[in-house]
């Protein structure tokens, strides 16, 4: 029964990752109306911000959306014991764990977003092994 509790371990991290201030990173250009020089400005902004979202970058959101799904399966699994739920936790955890890496095209990769792919990586690992481990 402890050991189920450990598949929730990664997607609170995740969670509470998601909720601080500098996962998202955005890039904003400015052209000085004198010298024409260009300045590029970087905000930062939590993954369950609609900022990112209104600006075309729907993938933070998603990933946010998928893990707090995540996590929620997780604990009914802790609780449970069913394999339809680590099953979905694996799925679903391959799925977040794509989407968390699309923030490469956009060049906005943050510390905090690494760290949050790293917390999908270990899900996808902890599920595979529950997988192996509940037969039933």
């Known amino acids: 029964m402890k050991r189920r509790f450990f598949l929730l371990i990664f997607p609170v991290i995740a969670v509470i990752l998601e909720i601080l201030p500098g996962g998202v990173a955005m890039n904003f250009a400015d052209i000085d109306a004198l010298t024409g020089e260009i300045k590029v400005s970087v905000e930062k ?3 369950f911000s609609m900022m990112p979202f209104g ?6 959101l998603i990933t ?5 799904v995540i996590a929620v399966l ?3 699994y802790a609780f449970t014991g069913k394999r339809p739920f ?3 936790v ?4 391959i799925a977040a764990l794509v989407v968390s890496v699309v923030p490469v095209v956009f060049r906005s990769y943050t510390l905090t977003g690494i760290f949050i792919t790293a917390s999908m990586v270990g899900s996808v690992i902890f599920a595979r092994a529950e997988r192996i481990n509940n037969k039933e």
Do not use: E, I, K, Q
């Open 86 to 88: 680590v099953n979905a």
């Open 90 to 93: 694996f799925g679903l955890s």
């Open 74 to 76: 997780a604990a009914v």
């Open 45 to 47: 902004y939590s993954y």
């Open 55 to 60: 600006y075309g970058n729907h993938f933070p």
């Open 64 to 68: 946010a959306a998928l893990t707090c």
